[in-house]
Structure formats: C-alpha cells, structure tokens
C-alpha cells in the first residue's frame, strides 16, 4: 500500500492555472496505473487523467487540452497542470493509485486526501 498526499490547490478566477502534485511515500512500481479523480459537491467522483502502467495518459474530455499530466520519477510525485480553469472545474482533487489497474477506479486502492480547487468567475 502506498500513501498518497496531494498539494497545490487553492482559490483561482477563471481562466487562471493551478498546478497540484501528489506526492508518494514509495516508489510507485511501473506496472502500478495511476490517475488524478475530482469530485465537486452533490456529484460523484469522476476521471480527470489516467496514467496506464505503459505509461500512457488518458484524459477526459471536458479537461482534454486544457491539463497535463506529468510525473518526476526521482521524487515519486505525479502532477497535473491545470490551465484555463473554468468554474465547473471547482471540486475536490484526488490522485489514485491501483496495482491491478482495474477498469472501474472505485475499486483502486490507494488513494490521497484530496487538495480542493475554486475557481471563481
């Protein structure tokens, strides 16, 4: 099991970037899939990018070129740069981890506390 903690939220205006970090406390195996998750209030937990075990990234079509994903393998934390925030993107930012990469996340196991964005228009 791995701990994850995620940084990097805040209070943003539209149109404003954030960039948030997960920070692991063990070397995340390559065959591990990997994902950053938001969920804003009344709504269900939702894909914002997954990070295949290949390392291939997926991302969901209402962040689609305008987040990135990336990862520093030295400090074991996965990022996501968040830019041309929009007000629908406000919710609670989660990163994921899964040995097993099961397609449904719910199931992942390892998951952060989750780093709050607001964007205000």
């Known amino acids: 099991q791995v701990q994850l903690v995620e940084s990097g939220g805040g209070s943003v205006q539209a149109g404003g970037s954030l960039r948030l970090a997960c920070a692991a406390s063990a070397v995340i195996r390559s065959t591990y899939c990997m994902g950053w998750f938001r969920q804003a209030p009344g709504k269900e937990r939702e894909v914002v990018a997954r990070?295949?075990?290949?390392?291939?990234?997926r991302y969901e079509e209402a962040v689609k070129g305008r987040v990135t994903v990336s990862k520093d393998n030295a400090k074991n934390t996965l990022y996501l740069q968040m830019n041309s925030l929009k007000p629908e993107d406000t919710a609670k930012y989660y990163c994921?981890?899964?040995?097993?990469?099961?397609?449904?996340?719910?199931?992942?196991?390892?998951w952060g506390q989750g780093t709050q964005v607001t964007v205000s228009s």
């Open positions: 994921a981890a899964d040995s097993l990469c099961r397609i449904d996340f719910h199931k992942w196991q390892d």
């Open positions: 990070v295949g075990s290949e390392g291939s990234i």
